[in-house]
């Protein structure tokens, strides 16, 4: 835009009339439905707006009473801890992005085997988690953690022949000692997460895997290069680029992964599986606090806004490796 | 010929890890589909076939009667209510993002690269944390308990997406095209009309069933927004079925395959541009 420096900035909207005209209906609509209410959340969040307020929006101003209630619990709901809440939230992404793309890979790499057979069969089949609405899955699942008649200890019972009784559901104490802060709740959410999100991987880095020309591995065979070798010094730096994109749009995903925290688990027991938004969400229903639901949910921007640009670095960083 | 053979028990060992990773994935879908059929309400298959003795379609037959327990509502009402939700956030969705889209794609102009960053911005946001703002507005607004309160709230969810697909499809299609038409004596709204819209009907196609999918599956607006029985969406049923006590289960499975059904086909049809579209995104993004 430097050399329209000297035209002055009416003269440059005049010329563009038309392209203003074309996205005037959406800007207005956009303006009303996804501006307005982020300004008039920001405003919200520095006042006790609450279910009275529904009628007669007039709430008082409260400057940041908000924001020190989320930072030091004190607001008014069973179990509220932003800083557990945030840490579990930010484990929970990891744990999960990281097994999606280590099976993603993994079963990319299997269906990438020259001379297979069914791999076209295998691959519809292996895509089907993605294929049911997550809400579906996220209820099914819960389903299946049932402690007495859930699937998923019937089976175990039937695997190991005695009966496996494990609080998927209800305990909130944590299976592995070590890591006391994740209950049972937590594998039971993890597992149907990373059952929801392995295909998206495995599709991206099948993609990925299709682009690497096959002489390269024939090359590297006549070398003398293991499996190994083929897989850590070709196959994984050539999908990293390819993937990044994907781990990064993941993490955000997981990281918002209302569906199955929500229904699975809903948070509990005893608010120990709790992630950002399905606590955002609670704050409204059934809370009815709009004012602090406001200011937690600007918190949760900027800490998305935070976690994209980290992503971003890394991302950047990595590729002037390659 | 040894050859031959570590490559037979390589490949055996392959297809053994990538069939137990099928029977992970499609296991779920069998239970659900031997819960439908279960002839008891019970709360799981009491074996595990995935025909069960005395195979009933009657959960089916009872949701498609009388699918929400505690109020008369029809089935027919309810698909009808998620038919037009979906439907609307759809059209509107399209209508909207198209010109904007054109107007990315084809302008360079004053406030252009803030619009398009102000998009993805606003798709970093989840639902739930613009919550309480979109409750309190609609609310105002007296439209908060109807469907067209649902459609804006959809709307304003989808239409950066849309902006975005569509505006990643325009950018393929080569300009000489319209300077061509322009030339020929059309002017910029015809050459939209007439050109670049129906040049970019499967890329609108897919956004608009992008968004009716994503209007047919939410249930936590839904859920939040609307109180009266007979503005109900079959998604809001299927969850208020897990929220009972009781839960009904083999109609809590019928009821889940019957939604999901349509959502899946749509789903491998567009399979391609899913996975284009996502990573189209998050490259540009």
Not at chain 1, 101 to 111: D, E, K, M, N, Y
Not at chain 2, 187 to 201: G, T, W
Not at chain 2, 223 to 246: R, V
Request: net charge positive.
């Amino acid at each position: 835009m430097a050399d329209k420096s000297d035209i002055s900035l009416w003269e440059q909207l005049r010329r563009h009339k038309l392209a203003y005209y074309y996205i005037l209906p959406s800007a207005i609509v956009m303006g009303l439905i996804t501006a307005f209410p982020i300004i008039y959340q920001i405003w919200m969040a520095f006042t006790n707006f609450n279910i009275t307020n529904l009628r007669n929006p007039h709430p008082q101003f409260v400057g940041l009473a908000n924001f020190i209630k989320i930072f030091t619990n004190q607001v008014p709901l069973e179990n509220f801890n932003f800083w557990r809440t945030f840490g579990f939230n930010v484990v929970w992404t990891f744990a999960n992005v990281f097994l999606h793309v280590t099976i993603g890979i993994s079963l990319a790499v299997a269906l990438n085997t020259p001379r297979l057979a069914l791999k076209k069969f295998y691959r519809t089949l292996l895509v089907i988690p993605w294929a049911v609405p997550s809400y579906i899955s996220a209820l099914i699942w819960r389903n299946m953690f049932d402690v007495d008649f859930g699937a998923v200890n019937q089976i175990l019972s039937s695997i190991l022949g005695h009966a496996v009784k494990i609080p998927w559901l209800t305990s909130p104490n944590a299976p592995i000692k070590i890591l006391s802060f994740l209950s049972y709740a937590f594998y039971a959410d993890l597992i149907t997460n990373v059952w929801l999100g392995f295909p998206f991987m495995m599709v991206v880095a099948t993609g990925a895997l299709q682009s690497i020309p096959h002489e390269i591995y024939e090359a590297a065979e006549i070398d003398g290069v293991n499996e190994r070798g083929k897989f850590f010094k070709i196959t994984l730096p050539l999908i990293r680029s390819a993937m990044l994109p994907a781990i990064m749009l993941g993490i955000v995903w997981t990281f918002n992964q209302f569906n199955v925290i929500y229904l699975v688990s809903g948070g509990g027991p005893l608010g120990t599986t709790e992630i950002l938004v399905t606590q955002a969400y609670k704050i409204v229903n059934p809370g009815g606090l709009y004012g602090v639901a406001s200011a937690f949910g600007l918190i949760v921007f900027f800490i998305l806004l935070g976690i994209t640009l980290i992503t971003n670095r890394i991302t950047r960083a990595t590729e002037s490796h390659i | 010929m040894k050859r031959h053979i570590i490559e037979r028990l390589k490949h055996l060992y392959i297809h053994a890890y990538i069939i137990l990773w099928i029977v992970i994935a499609i296991f779920p879908v069998i239970w659900i589909v031997s819960m439908s059929l279960n002839p008891i309400d019970v709360l799981h298959p009491t074996t595990l076939q995935i025909i069960p003795k005395n195979a009933t379609l009657s959960a089916y037959i009872k949701v498609l009667t009388r699918p929400y327990e505690a109020y008369p509502v029809s089935f027919g009402k309810l698909l009808f209510n998620s038919l037009f939700v979906a439907g609307g956030t759809a059209l509107l969705s399209v209508a909207l993002a198209s010109t904007a889209a054109y107007a990315f794609s084809r302008f360079k102009f004053p406030g252009r690269e803030i619009g398009l960053l102000g998009f993805i911005v606003t798709q970093m946001l989840p639902a739930t944390a613009t919550l309480a703002p979109l409750f309190v507005i609609l609310t105002l607004l007296h439209i908060r308990n109807t469907l067209y309160g649902l459609i804006v709230a959809y709307a304003s969810g989808s239409v950066p997406f849309a902006i975005w697909n569509l505006k990643g499809y325009f950018d393929t299609v080569p300009k000489e095209l319209e300077e061509a038409a322009l030339v020929d004596g059309c002017d910029r709204n015809q050459a939209f009309l007439k050109i670049i819209l129906p040049l970019s009907f499967p890329a609108i196609a897919v956004t608009f069933l992008f968004g009716f999918m994503n209007g047919w599956m939410e249930w936590m607006l839904a859920w939040t927004f609307l109180t009266k029985p007979e503005n109900f969406t079959l998604a809001m049923t299927l969850y208020n079925m897990q929220g009972q006590w009781n839960t009904p289960w083999s109609q809590f499975a019928a009821f889940s395959i019957i939604i999901s059904l349509p959502v899946m086909i749509v789903w491998y049809l567009l399979q391609r541009y899913i996975v284009s579209g996502l990573t189209l995104g998050a490259v540009k993004g």
